[in-house]
């Protein structure tokens, strides 16, 4: 993108300082137009601009979305009147998601109206129901932007899955507007259906996820973007070995003190990550697999002494990392007695209620020294802490 579009390439993004700050961000003013600053001060938008901290740091600027709570019932109002989004029936995550949306759009109009030459082109992709409020408030106050939303599965598709209904068994049946009511989810496929039905161009990231925007939000995507994967995350041949080597004694040395058990470098590990949507990422299905595997392994007799370590590296609600688990890592101290919920790193604000937890427990992986199939969650994604 940066070859194509050079320093018109601007990611926007939250503002997070308040809850500790991004270590992916890096504030400079002059990543962008100054006047473009200007223009956001003089709206009354709190704004930073910098590189964010990835290969080609491209330019982004970073938005404070938080005042724009106290007006969201006027917001969603207009939202409704203008678009027809019902915001009504919102929960969760709805309200964050929208606000910092509506603040990104306005960002984007703010700029484009006071800060840039007429005639300048400009192209604004939304990403998922979560940026589609800012997306069509943009399409009304500054209609002169082309708008591209951007869909990388439907919400309904998810949730009709995660509600344990067969998606492609019955799939032209679905009409995506009834299964939203049927489900709780109004709003967010009402603004996922209307930003899907309104963007100048809309795209999605394969012809399945094509087939579900035909279904459920009405509209074919005009673009399909299969999903990539940037090649440069991936240590080079010469190091991969030696990086693989490093992170495979850690992750044995963390889980055996975890589990009150040495387990050798013979150790086979397997690991599942991803979003945390327990059904339709099939963390149900692997955690079956895990509980059959070591129901077979310890009344055969078969595993010879040698362990599995089952990772599974999913996002939950994490409060800090085990403060017990830290302490026996640094003391260097022996150790043969497990931990006190020895499938689990850090500390879960909701253990007693968390579904991969409760699975897990369900199941009987307790990690003892009977088990050849070791399980251990970690719920968070590792950032170098």
Not at 5 to 24: A, K, Q, S, T
Not at 46 to 64: F, H, K, S, T
Not at 129 to 140: A, H, I, P, Q, V
Not at 264 to 272: N, P, Q, W, Y
Request: aromatic content about 8%; overall charge neutral.
């Amino acid at each position: 993108l940066q070859k194509a579009l050079g320093g018109g390439l601007v990611f926007i993004g939250p503002d997070l300082r308040e809850r500790g700050g991004n270590r992916d961000f890096r504030e400079d003013r002059s990543a962008v137009a100054p006047g473009w600053l200007r223009a956001a001060e003089d709206a009354g938008l709190r704004v930073r601009a910098g590189r964010w901290l990835v290969n080609g740091e491209p330019a982004c600027m970073l938005i404070d979305f938080t005042p724009f709570f106290e007006n969201k019932d006027e917001i969603y109002t207009e939202a409704w009147e203008e678009f027809g989004v019902d915001s009504l029936r919102a929960y969760g995550d709805y309200d964050e998601a929208s606000m910092f949306s509506y603040a990104a759009g306005k960002l984007v109009e703010t700029i484009f109206l006071k800060a840039m030459r007429k005639n300048t082109r400009v192209v604004y992709q939304a990403h998922e129901w979560m940026s589609g409020l800012g997306m069509l408030m943009l399409k009304k106050n500054a209609p002169a932007v082309a708008t591209v939303f951007t869909t990388h599965a439907t919400s309904m598709g998810r949730s009709i899955t995660g509600n344990g209904k067969e998606l492609y068994k019955y799939f032209t049946g679905y009409d995506g507007d009834q299964m939203a009511s049927e489900l709780n989810m109004e709003a967010k496929h009402s603004i996922e259906k209307r930003a899907a039905q309104g963007a100048d161009c809309l795209t999605t990231v394969s012809r399945l996820t094509d087939r579900e925007c035909r279904q459920l939000l009405g509209r074919d995507a005009d673009v399909i973007l299969p999903n990539g994967f940037d090649l440069g995350i991936v240590p080079d041949a010469r190091r991969m070995a030696a990086v693989r080597r490093a992170a495979r004694m850690k992750l044995l040395g963390v889980c055996s003190a975890l589990i009150g058990t040495e387990l050798g470098k013979d150790t086979l590990i397997v690991s599942t990550s991803g979003r945390n949507d327990f059904r339709c990422k099939g963390f149900d299905v692997y955690m079956e697999a895990l509980a059959q595997l070591n129901d077979r392994l310890r009344r055969s007799g078969r595993s010879g002494g040698r362990k599995v370590l089952a990772l599974i590296e999913v996002p939950c609600w994490t409060k800090q990392p085990r403060r017990d688990l830290t302490e026996r890592l640094e003391s260097g101290k022996p150790y043969n007695a497990p931990l006190d919920m020895p499938m689990l790193t850090h500390e879960l604000y909701n253990a007693g209620d968390d579904r991969i937890v409760q699975t897990i427990q369900r199941m009987g992986l307790w990690n003892t020294s009977a088990d050849a199939v070791k399980v251990v969650l970690v719920p968070c994604y590792l950032d170098g802490d």
